[in-house]
């Protein structure tokens, strides 16, 4: 590094001779200011979140008094204590903006701050450009340059090559006998800014305040999830139409599928005893019959609490069975944690106090009015803290023994912010590798401040966002405005939210939506029957009709994918184009993109090739028709630079869904048939390709009209 007339830190300044401060005063500015460093969280009062494999955005607004140059560097620590450092460029002029992108590989507690400087060079540059040509104080520019460049020839940090490089200089722009025209292209060279940029001529180094970059596992951040009832896997229905449960062994039957088609997370609703007191029938009615088998969210009863299996299912140690077959296919199974309780759970007998008494004595049911719960008593969590902290520590410690590090959260917004905060701290430090995603569907401050207090991952607004421009807003929001601490789990439905969407727009709503969810989140996420195009509400509502929370639901997947009804063959398309692409694995890297169509969303994933396993860049371009009901033509108008390529580029496409290729530019021509395929799903290529035919100029419309109606 080069050596630097004044060191300072970001929070603290040396006095200066004669300043007009109170005794013991010390600015809270540095000598070079760097403020607004990211990422942060709230001030830094939660430390910022990245996974493993995640290529972060770092930065701050560096600036200083006058007209001299400033110049910026990251320096980021790893777990291990390694250090590196990565420069800084101004995004966006005038704005102050210094930002670089670095890869945080691993797991752990990194570190980073900002360190801002006086960039002599870059100073001396800008002058020289000017005054040497125009022959102003010629010598006495060169005459600085000599003494930067002896300056940066003494430090002994950098390469022997530079040293040599910049001695040699100090002497060649001083000789008045050579023209000033060649001094100053010899100054300013190839080598030298290759030199001054990986290694600054810089003075007044400042810098910020460490900050703390949280790095969790990479499923933290990046995965797709599958959902469904073990007890409707191999229910079968017997002649008076009941039903016999399915079991374990059952669902494990259908575990090789959900693998096949790409999926990596299996989510089951709650898998205990299921209470009989106020129990549900179907499509939550009051009116129970026998062999109803009630909500699995109502937990307790004679069979036991949160620790336990419903014995329909099986026991703990077949549960355990069934896990072990699910990772040996590449499957982690994610377990609900619903802290509340059925009338019969053995909570309401052995402490009455962890509930709401009524004044008539009675206790207190679950309600969203105009919903009612009868069969959930919900926790009061301030009648005993302390009692309710150990139970729930105690229920995570079993399940986690039990082999599971994923935890569904239900509901967590209607529980007291500080005791999640507490209790995804105490199991994150006894095992780092526990994610808990919040099912928490509610105000924008209470569900992202649920992130910041620790949960990894979160159920979105997605469903309730359907337009070209509500997708638009949405989905750069969770790119670029909460990714320091959000990250959004896409899941196109669930057993409570089937949208007017999906129930009128029928099979090509369910393409559009898993394509966007899969393409736009490294998170994304499937309810069982998705595939099959279940889209019936029950009247007046967004859930499905004789919704699985209240009975069994066997389906028959083989049937539908033999009559081609079941898109199941489009997920494991989806699924293959994440685990082909890295840029995909990435959320912080999504552009959006314009269309002359209010119907056509546009946007662009892109990682750079020193971020990827095989040192190749990776871009594509998603290209939706969010109208379900239409054919739509328009023309897609990109700024190519966001996925690595210099203006005025062309280059060729892939789709992943047709296996058509095209060459494309900055505007193309596109036609989307809703009913044919409605989102392209286009890689860029890269490498020199084969030249394109006549017909296949780029932004030609005679390049797409023959493209099964689609392009």
């Given at each position: ?99 670089t ?11 980073f ?76 060279s ?23 970059l ?6 933290a ?55 009989e007191?106020?129990?549900k029938?179907?499509?939550?009615s ?21 620790d ?5 299912l ?32 053995p ?24 919903k009612?719960?009868?069969?959930i ?47 995804i ?16 569907f ?6 992202q401040?649920?992130?910041?207090v ?9 469903t ?5 421009e ?63 195009i279940?889209?019936?509400a ?21 049937a ?22 890295p ?83 900055a ?31 780029a ?13």
């Amino acid at each position: 590094m080069a050596k630097t007339v004044a060191k300072t830190s970001g929070r603290a300044a040396p006095k200066r001779a004669g300043a007009p401060t109170e005794p013991g005063f010390t600015p809270a500015i540095g000598r070079i200011p760097i403020v607004d460093v990211f990422p942060q969280v709230s001030g830094g009062r939660w430390p910022a979140k990245a996974f493993a494999g995640e290529v972060i955005p770092f930065g701050a607004t560096v600036f200083r008094e006058g007209h001299d140059a400033v110049g910026a560097r990251l320096e980021l620590v790893d777990p291990t204590g390694a250090a590196s450092s990565h420069g800084l460029r101004m995004i966006g002029t005038g704005i102050d903006r210094f930002q670089t992108l670095a890869h945080v590989p691993t797991q752990g507690a990194w570190r980073f701050r900002i360190r801002a400087f006086s960039d002599d060079y870059a100073t001396w540059e800008h002058n020289a450009s000017i005054k040497v040509p125009a022959g102003i104080d010629v010598e006495l520019t060169f005459a600085i340059a000599s003494k930067l460049f002896l300056f940066a020839g003494a430090d002994a940090e950098r390469p022997v090559e530079e040293r040599a490089l910049f001695d040699d200089l100090a002497l060649f722009v001083v000789d008045a006998a050579i023209p000033a025209a060649d001094r100053l292209e010899q100054a300013t060279s190839a080598a030298v800014l290759h030199a001054v940029e990986n290694r600054p001529i810089a003075s007044l180094d400042t810098f910020s305040d460490w900050h703390e970059l949280k790095v969790e596992r990479e499923r933290a951040g990046y995965g797709a999830w599958y959902e469904f009832f073990p007890r409707s896997v191999g229910a079968v229905e017997q002649a008076d139409g009941t039903f016999t449960s399915g079991t374990f062994r059952t669902a494990a039957r259908r575990l090789p599928a959900v693998a096949a088609m790409g999926f990596d997370v299996l989510y089951l609703p709650p898998i205990h005893p299921i209470g009989e007191a106020f129990r549900k029938g179907p499509n939550n009615s009051l009116t129970v019959e026998p062999g109803d088998p009630g909500s699995p969210w109502a937990i307790g009863g004679e069979a036991g609490g949160h620790d336990a299996v419903h014995p329909d299912l099986g026991t703990v140690a077949q549960f355990k069975i069934f896990r072990a077959a699910a990772e040996k296919l590449g499957l982690e199974i994610a377990l609900d944690f619903a802290l509340q309780a059925s009338p019969d759970h053995p909570w309401v007998k052995q402490h009455p106090e962890w509930f709401t008494t009524l004044p008539d004595g009675s206790i207190a049911y679950a309600e969203n009015p105009p919903k009612k719960y009868q069969d959930i008593y919900p926790i009061n969590f301030d009648n005993d803290p302390a009692g309710i902290r150990a139970e729930a520590l105690r229920i995570l410690r079993f399940w986690i023994a039990a082999g599971v590090r994923i935890f569904r959260v239900d509901n967590p917004h209607t529980k007291p912010l500080d005791f999640w905060e507490w209790i995804i701290a105490t199991v994150n430090s006894e095992h780092p590798d526990v994610i808990f995603l919040a099912e928490a569907f509610t105000r924008p401050a209470l569900m992202q401040t649920l992130a910041k207090v620790g949960f990894q991952q979160s159920y979105t607004y997605f469903t309730w966002r359907n337009t070209k421009e509500e997708l638009e807003e949405f989905l750069d929001g969770l790119a670029h405005e909460t990714a320091a601490f959000f990250r959004p789990n896409l899941f196109v439905n669930t057993p409570d939210i089937l949208h007017a969407y999906l129930q009128f727009g029928g099979r090509p709503a369910y393409k559009i939506r898993a394509a966007i969810a899969a393409t736009a989140s490294p998170t994304w996420g499937v309810y069982s029957g998705y595939e099959l195009i279940e889209n019936v509400a029950r009247p007046g509502s967004e859930e499905n009709i004789d919704n699985e929370k209240y009975e069994y639901r066997p389906r028959d997947f083989e049937a539908a994918t033999a009559a081609g009804t079941s898109i199941a063959p489009y997920l494991t398309l989806l699924n293959k184009a994440r685990a082909e692409h890295p840029a995909l694995h990435q959320l912080r890297n999504l552009d959006i993109h314009a269309s002359d169509d209010d119907s056509v969303l546009v946007y662009s994933k892109y990682i750079a090739g020193e971020f990827t396993e095989s040192g190749l860049p990776d871009g594509l371009i998603v290209v939706a028709n969010v109208d379900p009901w239409s054919v739509r033509e328009t023309t897609v108008r990109l700024d190519v630079t966001k996925f690595g390529l210099e203006p005025g580029a062309q280059f060729r496409v892939t789709d992943a869904v047709t296996g058509a290729s095209w060459l494309w530019g900055a505007d193309n021509y596109v036609r989307l048939n809703s009913f044919a395929e409605p989102v392209h799903i286009l890689s860029v290529h890269y490498s020199p390709d084969e030249p394109a035919d006549a017909t296949a100029a780029a932004g030609s419309d005679s390049q797409n009209l023959d493209e099964t109606d689609n392009t």
